[in-house]
């Protein structure tokens, strides 16, 4: 074979790939349109790809996927250590000697009538020295122009690498597609990935949660930085003034929506600036303050739920140059998905069938996707291509809780901030396979993320926190919190700006809160509910404090946490005991009501 490029690390790698996958050609992808336009077409007529509507939808195209193939399948994702005690009890784990044997060879002549595409990308903008470069091989064109959509891919990765051996290898075949022989290994000692048996997301288009998170929060951990599952956004005063904020949580709970809000009418002069949407990579910097760069270049979002009053700048982003994935198509061939109305009479299912308007199935797969360009989002920061990144003043925290945690309230300080974060939990949801809807702990929604021992992840986080002179504060917010009827108590979506709004007047010292066992709770007129039709008894509910609830839940989470065994931090069982201690004195004074004491 001759070399296809002159780094040898690059080279020597893709040659061993290439003579056990057997490809009948090898494709170095340079990201240019014509290398794009080529790819397409040849998608277009092998099916996998499907044009829609050129007039309303200009440049987009519809991909289904296998209909078992449509989620992350965490319970086949592996980090591979040589010691197990190194992932811990949150993570599969299989050591390398084993991959070798019950991974590696599905992959023998895995990529034999297919090409070996060589995908080169750069994870972060082309001027700062935290980017970090990576290479997928991969079997999968629709992989390739996904990357191109979610990476800075090509030349660019290329002249950045230069002839140096510091680059993530993930190792991508879509084999048989079987289930039963699906694997996704990482091997976090050697910065590689081997994925095999799914064409999804989150499993195939590796620079994402297998590099992005699983590999660098590893890397994270030896060089003082950390890898983490948030979105960035600006919040702009009417003053002008722009705080930014990074906020985790688990998968499909509205990251991409939070980022691209629009405030309403009633909050004239705010504005959300979008850096990203799904993983910061945080670092302290000289200042002592903590600097976080967007390490994508796109958002492979939720479309579900998406419309044009839910997310406008989404509805934007998506109308050209995007690829949908297991969406619905309506009669002209427009994409579509619940959230957009009445399903129209004539519309062909996520499968590619006739849509049964009798059946209770929804028409868009609950985890079909859309993956577009960041450029074209309308609030794009004017930072995202920043070097050094946005300086954060606000970390929050937030799941899908129907009860008990309060719509938003703030950690005392950051040792607490991090006992916040760990004890994070959320109702599961269609981005991973298995049941929807039970609650699970996700400790900083990075449970099926965290690259090695979680115990050592939240000591990680109290190290990097005591090393910032100028600390985020931390916040948890629940959006999802319901009433007796079960409906939403809170409305959601722009007006969440309203808490945004406290958020970032806390960081300043400006808005007011009580300080309650569980931290800073927004008063009742700290969130402005002025254009908006929530009752002050909804408000008072929203933001009670149950100390009974707490209690029990704090039990729940000290089981949960013990199985972090001795790795868990001291520090943070200490700040758990407080906590009970404080709930306890509280329940003492007034069970189960709204704990008052002083404004702060
Ligand atoms: O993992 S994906 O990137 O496919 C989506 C998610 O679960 O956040
Ligand atoms: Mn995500």
Redesign the pocket.
């Known amino acids: 074979m001759t070399a296809i490029h002159k780094n040898r690390a690059l080279n020597n790698w893709v040659e061993e790939v290439a003579r056990y996958t057997n490809p009948d050609r090898v494709h170095l992808c340079d990201g240019s349109d014509a290398e794009n336009a080529e790819l397409i077409k040849q998608m277009l007529a092998d099916g996998t790809l499907e044009t829609l509507n050129p007039e309303t939808h200009p440049g987009c195209y519809l991909h289904r996927s296998h209909p078992s193939d449509v989620a992350?399948t965490e319970h086949l994702t592996f980090i591979c250590t040589e010691n197990q005690a190194d992932t811990g009890p949150s993570n599969n784990w299989m050591a390398p000697d084993e991959a070798r044997t019950r991974v590696w060879p599905l992959f023998e002549n895995a990529m034999r009538g297919r090409t070996l595409y060589v995908v080169p990308y750069l994870m972060g903008p082309e001027s700062s020295p935290y980017s970090k470069v990576g290479v997928e091989i991969t079997d999968s064109p629709y992989v390739v122009v996904n990357m191109r959509v979610m990476t800075r891919m090509g030349e660019i990765a290329l002249k950045r690498l230069g002839d140096s051996e510091d680059f993530v290898k993930g190792l991508h075949s879509l084999g048989d597609l079987d289930p039963e022989r699906r694997f996704i290994c990482h091997f976090p000692q050697t910065k590689e990935i081997w994925s095999v048996g799914s064409g999804?997301?989150?499993?195939a288009?590796l620079s994402?949660?297998c590099f992005a998170l699983r590999i660098a929060s590893t890397q994270g951990r030896d060089e003082g930085w950390l890898a983490e599952h948030m979105l960035i956004l600006g919040l702009e005063d009417p003053q002008g003034h722009t705080t930014y904020i990074a906020a985790a949580f688990p998968?499909?709970c509205g990251k991409t929506n939070l980022a691209m809000l629009i405030p309403p009418g009633s909050l004239p002069g705010y504005k959300v600036w979008t850096v990203g949407d799904?993983i910061a990579w945080l670092r302290p910097g000289p200042d002592g303050r903590l600097w976080a760069i967007n390490p994508e270049n796109g958002f492979?979002g939720v479309a579900p739920g998406t419309n044009k009053e839910t997310n406008p700048n989404a509805m934007a982003t998506i109308a050209k140059n995007t690829i949908f994935t297991n969406v619905a198509i309506t009669q002209d061939r427009q994409p579509w998905w619940e959230g957009l109305g009445k399903p129209p009479e004539a519309l062909t299912n996520w499968r590619g069938q006739a849509y049964d308007h009798a059946s209770n199935e929804p028409a868009a797969h609950p985890n079909s996707?859309f993956t577009a360009p960041a450029s074209q989002c309308p609030g794009i920061s004017p930072k995202f291509n920043e070097a050094q990144g946005v300086p954060i003043s606000a970390i929050i925290f937030g799941g899908r809780r129907p009860s008990l945690v309060p719509l938003a309230y703030q950690a005392l300080n950051w040792r607490h901030g991090v006992l916040m974060g760990a004890m994070l939990s959320s109702e599961t949801t269609a981005?991973?396979t298995g049941k929807t809807g039970v609650l699970r702990r996700d400790p900083m929604a990075m449970l099926p993320f965290c690259g090695y021992h979680m115990g050592d992840y939240l000591a990680h986080w109290l190290r990097v926190g005591e090393n910032l002179s100028h600390p985020p504060a931390i916040f948890n917010v629940n959006w999802f919190r319901r009433g007796a009827n079960n409906e939403f108590l809170w409305p959601g979506y722009g007006e969440n700006i309203r808490v945004l709004r406290w958020i970032v007047e806390r960081t300043r010292g400006q808005s007011r809160a009580t300080e309650t066992p569980i931290g800073y709770v927004p008063t009742t007129e700290a969130i402005d509910t002025r254009g908006l039709n929530v009752s002050n008894a909804v408000i008072q509910e929203l933001l009670r404090v149950d100390a009974n609830g707490w209690s029990t839940e704090l039990r729940d989470v000290e089981e949960y946490l013990q199985r972090f065994g001795d790795r868990l931090p001291y520090a943070l069982e200490e700040e758990l005991n407080n906590l009970q201690r404080r709930l306890e004195a509280a329940e003492h004074r007034s069970p189960s009501t709204r704990i008052s004491a002083t404004l702060v």
């Open positions: 992350r999804y997301g989150g499993n288009l994402k949660k998968s499909a799904d492979f996707r981005a991973a």
